[in-house]
C-alpha cells in the first residue's frame, strides 16, 4: 500500500507542477497532448542549467576531458611556430560564446565541451610559459653570484646539486636574465632551502636531447623556470641561513635526516633503494640495481607511486580502523571507517610531502584522496571519473610533466587497472577461506601485474628500449615481501626515527631489499635473450593515447578493441630504424655503424652523450678498429661496411678532395656552400642549431635520411638557435 500511495502522490505532484508551468518534479512526468506551453524565461533556464550539469557530469564525456586536453597539449608542439596570444584568446572567446549559444542543446554542449577542453590543452602551454617559463641562456657566463637555495635536487659524493633563484651578480661579474638555475656545488656549507649563498658560479646552456625524440632538458628546465645549469668552482660561503621554520626548509630537513639515517644503517645497494623508496631520492640507487630491476619488471617498486602510497594510505586506514574499533564508545558514535579513511588521506599527504613530489606520486596522492573521500562521503571509490580528476589536476598544473615518461606510464597503468577493475566487480566475489583469500592475494598481484605491464609496455619500449617478458614471474616473487615486509619496515622506521628506534625496522627493509634484488637477479638472468624490443617513433605514442582514450571511454567489451588495434596499428606506422651515423653536438663524439653495429670513431668511449647512444639502441659502442679509420693533421676518414664514406674535415685546407671524395662531410668549422651541392654535409652551424644529428644510409638512393635532435627551433626553449 505504501508504494502505491507514493506511486500516486509523484503522479499528482508531476501533475500539478506541469498545471503550474514549473520544471517536473518527481518519478513520472505526464505529458500532455499536443505542443507544451511555454514556460516563464526563469523556470526554462533553470531546467536548462540542470540539463547541463547532468551532461557535464555523464561519464563519457568527463572521463575525455583530460585525454582532450592532452590532445591539444600535443597539437600545440606539432604546430610549425608558437601560437600568436591574440589567436588563443579570439577563439576561447568563441568557444565560450558556442557554449553559451549551445546551452538549449545537450549534444552541441558536449561536442563543444571536448572541444574545449582541447584548445584549453593547446593554449595550456603558452600560458605556463608566461607564468613559469624563463629566457635560457645560450653560451656561458662565469663570476661570483649572490643567489638563494630553492631545493637540493640530489646529494652524490661528488656534490650537491641544487636549484638557485635570486640570481644576484657580484661585480665585475655580469647579471643574468634567467629566473633559476641548477648548480653543483661541490664543497661548501650544507646548504638547505632558504640558505642565500656566494660563489664563483660558472653558468652554461642547458642540454639538449642526445638523440633525436629523447628526453629533452630545454623543454622541461624552461617550464621549471630554469634557465641554465652551472657549477661553483671554488667552496661556496653561506651568506645567510634560511627562516628555519619555512614549510620546505622544514621539508627538506626531514627528508635529509631521513636519508642520513638510512645511510648509518643500511649499505649499498640497500641504502639507495632505501631512500628511494622512502624519501624519493633514487640517485643513491646503483645502475646495477636499476638494469636488474628493470629486466625484471621490478622498476615501478624505486619510483614512488600508486603501489608505495596505496602500501602506507592503506595501512594507516587498516591499523586506524581496527584500533578505532576495539574503542567502543567511540564507534558507537561515529564511523570508524571514515575517521580511518581521513587518517589514510593525512597519511598519503605526509608521505608525498617527503617523497619529493614526483609527478606519478601526484597522481597517486590525488587519487588516493579522492579514494578516502569517497569512503567519507559513502561513494564508489575506484571509478574512472576519480582517474579524471586525477589526470586533470596533474596536467593542468604541470602540463609539461604530460610528455615525461614517468606521468605516461602512470596514466597508463592506473587506467588499465581500474578499467580491468570495472568489468571484474560486475561479478559476484563468493565465500573464501583462508586460503582461498591467499590465493586471491596472489592472483590479484599477477594481474595487476599483467594488466599494468600491458597498458605501459608500449610506452616503456619507446622511453627505454626495454621489456619485462617475466614482469610476472618477479612481481609474484617479489611484491608480497614489499607489501608485507618492505613497505610497512619502512613505515615503522620513519615512525621511530624520532625516539631513535629506526635500526630494527631498517634492518628488516634492508634484509627485504636484498631478497627482492635477489629475486631480480634470478628473473632477469631467465630473461636473458627474450627481453628485445623494437625501435619506435613518436607516433607510437600517439597511437597509445588514441588507444587508453578508446578503453576509457566505452565500459564493455568493447574498450578493449582500442588496445587490440594499437597493435598492428604501431608495427604498420610506428617502427623505426637505428642509425648509422650519430654526431654530438658539444663534443667530438661520432659513431659510425661498423660490422657488428655502431663503432666510436671519435670522443671518449664513457662520455655522458656516448652511455645514451648505447642504452637508446641496445647495444655497446665500443672504439673503432683502428684499419677503419685513416686520419692525417686535416682530418680523417672512415669507411663503413655498408658503403659508403665519412670525412671528418679539421681544417680549411680539407675541404676540396673530401667534399668530392666523401659521401658525408663533418666538421665543426663553417663548410664552404659549393660542398653541399656535391655531397652531404655537417657542419658546425648545423651542430649548433640541430643539435646531435641522426643520419641513415639509403644505398638505393645513395644519400643519408638526416634527423636533428632538436627541429623546433622557433620555441622560446631553444635559446640562441
Not at 114 to 128: D, E, K, N, P
Not at 592 to 613: H, M, Q
Amino acid at each position: 500500500m505504501s508504494s502505491t500511495n507514493e506511486v500516486e502522490n509523484d503522479a499528482s505532484e508531476a501533475v500539478a507542477a506541469d498545471r503550474a508551468d514549473a520544471p517536473t518534479r518527481g518519478r513520472f512526468v505526464v505529458r500532455r497532448r499536443g505542443p507544451e506551453p511555454i514556460k516563464p524565461r526563469k523556470a526554462r533556464l533553470e531546467g536548462l542549467g540542470a540539463s547541463a550539469v547532468h551532461a557535464l557530469e555523464q561519464r563519457p564525456l568527463f572521463v575525455q576531458l583530460p585525454f582532450a586536453i592532452i590532445f591539444g597539449l600535443v597539437a600545440s608542439l606539432v604546430a610549425s611556430s608558437p601560437p600568436e596570444p591574440i589567436a588563443l584568446i579570439a577563439v576561447g572567446v568563441v568557444v565560450v560564446l558556442l557554449l553559451w549559444v549551445a546551452r538549449r542543446s545537450i549534444v552541441a554542449l558536449r561536442v563543444l565541451a571536448v572541444f574545449a577542453a582541447f584548445w584549453t590543452g593547446f593554449c595550456l602551454l603558452a600560458v605556463h610559459g608566461a607564468l613559469f617559463g624563463t629566457p635560457m641562456l645560450y653560451g656561458s657566463v662565469y663570476g661570483t653570484y649572490h643567489a638563494r637555495v630553492d631545493g637540493v635536487v640530489a646529494v652524490t659524493p661528488t656534490g650537491r646539486r641544487i636549484i638557485v633563484s635570486d640570481i644576484t651578480p657580484v661585480p665585475p661579474a655580469k647579471p643574468v636574465a634567467f629566473r633559476r638555475a641548477r648548480i653543483l656545488i661541490k664543497s661548501g656549507p650544507t646548504l638547505a632551502p632558504g640558505d642565500i649563498l656566494e660563489g664563483q658560479i660558472r653558468f652554461y646552456s642547458v642540454p639538449g636531447p642526445a638523440v633525436p625524440n629523447s628526453y629533452d632538458s630545454e623543454f622541461h628546465s624552461y617550464f621549471d623556470g630554469i634557465g641554465a645549469y652551472g657549477d661553483a668552482s671554488k667552496p661556496v660561503t653561506l651568506v645567510m641561513p634560511g627562516n628555519p621554520t619555512a614549510p620546505d626548509r622544514l621539508i627538506d630537513n626531514v627528508r635529509q635526516a631521513i636519508g642520513a639515517r638510512i645511510a648509518a644503517v643500511l649499505g649499498d645497494p640497500a641504502q639507495g633503494i632505501a631512500r628511494a623508496l622512502i624519501t624519493g631520492d633514487q640517485t643513491g640507487v646503483t645502475q646495477d640495481s636499476r638494469q636488474i630491476m628493470a629486466t625484471a619488471g621490478l622498476a615501478h617498486v624505486l619510483s614512488i607511486s600508486g603501489l608505495h602510497l596505496t602500501l602506507v594510505a592503506g595501512g594507516v586506514f587498516f591499523v586506524l580502523r581496527l584500533g578505532l574499533a576495539l574503542i567502543t564508545p567511540l564507534g558507537r558514535r561515529m564511523s570508524v571507517k571514515k575517521l580511518a579513511a581521513g587518517g589514510g588521506i593525512v597519511a598519503s599527504l605526509v608521505y608525498y610531502a617527503i617523497s619529493g613530489g614526483d609527478i606519478a606520486a601526484l597522481r597517486s596522492t590525488v587519487m588516493i584522496v579522492l579514494v578516502f573521500g569517497a569512503v567519507i562521503f559513502g561513494r564508489r571509490a575506484l571509478t574512472m571519473r576519480n582517474v579524471a580528476i586525477a589526470g586533470l589536476v596533474t596536467v593542468l598544473t604541470d602540463p609539461a610533466n604530460v610528455f615525461r615518461p614517468s606521468f605516461q606510464l602512470s596514466f597508463a597503468a592506473v587506467i588499465g587497472l581500474i578499467g580491468v577493475y570495472e568489468i571484474l566487480q560486475r561479478k559476484h566475489p563468493k565465500q573464501r577461506g583462508l586460503l582461498g583469500h591467499v590465493f586471491d592475494h596472489f592472483k590479484g598481484i599477477a594481474a595487476t601485474s599483467l594488466i599494468a605491464g600491458a597498458a605501459t609496455t608500449l610506452f616503456s619500449i619507446y622511453h627505454f628500449q626495454q621489456t619485462s617478458p617475466l614482469g610476472i614471474v618477479g612481481n609474484l616473487m617479489a611484491l608480497p615481501l614489499v607489501g608485507f615486509v618492505m613497505m610497512p619496515a619502512a613505515m615503522f622506521a620513519v615512525v621511530a626515527m624520532p625516539f631513535g628506534f629506526e635500526r630494527p625496522f631498517l634492518w628488516i627493509m634492508g634484509w627485504s631489499i636484498d631478497r627482492v634484488l635477489d629475486v631480480a637477479t634470478l628473473v632477469a638472468g631467465w630473461s636473458q635473450g627474450i627481453n628485445a624490443s623494437p625501435l619506435l617513433t613518436p607516433t607510437s605514442l600517439f597511437i597509445g593515447l588514441l588507444a587508453l582514450t578508446w578503453f576509457s571511454f566505452f565500459t564493455n567489451r568493447y574498450r578493449l578493441i582500442g588496445p587490440a588495434l594499437a597493435v598492428p596499428a604501431v608495427m604498420l606506422f610506428a617502427l623505426d630504424h637505428p642509425p648509422d651515423v650519430l654526431i654530438a653536438d658539444t663534443t667530438q663524439a661520432l659513431a659510425i655503424r661498423g660490422s657488428d653495429g655502431l663503432d666510436l670513431v671519435a670522443g671518449k668511449p664513457e662520455s655522458f652523450v656516448v652511455n645514451v647512444w648505447g642504452q637508446t639502441y641496445r647495444q655497446p659502442i665500443a672504439k673503432a678498429p683502428p684499419a677503419t679509420t685513416n686520419c692525417d693533421s686535416i682530418g680523417c676518414v672512415s669507411k663503413s661496411p655498408l658503403g659508403f664514406t665519412v670525412a671528418v674535415t679539421k681544417d680549411e685546407a680539407g675541404f676540396a678532395e673530401d667534399c668530392a671524395n666523401a659521401d658525408l662531410v663533418i666538421t665543426r668549422l663553417r663548410a664552404p656552400s659549393d660542398c653541399r651541392t656535391e655531397t652531404t654535409v655537417i657542419d658546425g652551424q648545423d651542430l649548433a642549431k640541430g643539435g646531435v644529428q641522426w643520419l641513415r644510409w639509403d644505398a638505393g638512393a645513395g644519400r643519408f635520411e638526416i634527423r636533428p635532435a632538436i627541429a623546433d627551433l622557433n620555441r622560446p626553449w631553444r635559446a640562441g638557435r
